[in-house]
């Protein structure tokens, strides 16, 4: 079974994301922030992590950093509000390898997912 880490601090959030990935039947896990998320990814390895940008602590951002620094290969996929193009591009770079607007839509979702289990 696949894991997946679905960080957001909005709990809101998180039980949507998980809802619309409900199908999948993944072995889900949360967390509700970048502190969390990396402590969790340090100690299981996960296949897919969805990641808000926008959290206290640490950001999404800087998630993406650490895990670039570390040569990390964990596949993230970014879910924000901020649909900058810098923003995206500055994901992209730092190894994500999609960027989804929030709240996403489950079709967009489900392609993200396919193509990255497939």
């Known amino acids: 079974m696949k894991k997946v880490l679905i960080v957001d601090d909005s709990m809101i959030s998180r039980r949507m994301i998980r809802q619309l990935i409900s199908k999948w039947n993944f072995e ?15 100690t299981t ?9 926008l959290m206290p602590d640490i950001n999404g951002v800087e998630v993406l950093e650490k895990l670039a620094q570390e040569h990390n290969q964990t596949k993230v996929v970014v ?28 079709e967009e979702l489900n392609n993200v997912i396919q193509q990255i289990i497939s």
Request: hydrophobic residues 40%.
């Open 45 to 53: 390895k996960y296949d897919l992590v969805f990641l808000d940008l």
């Open 28 to 42: 889900i896990d949360e967390a509700k922030n970048g502190v969390e998320a990396l402590e969790k990814i340090h």
């Open 79 to 106: 879910i924000s509000a901020d649909i900058q193009e810098t923003t995206k591009a500055k994901c992209k770079e730092l190894g994500a390898i999609a960027f989804l607007n929030k709240p996403p839509k489950e």
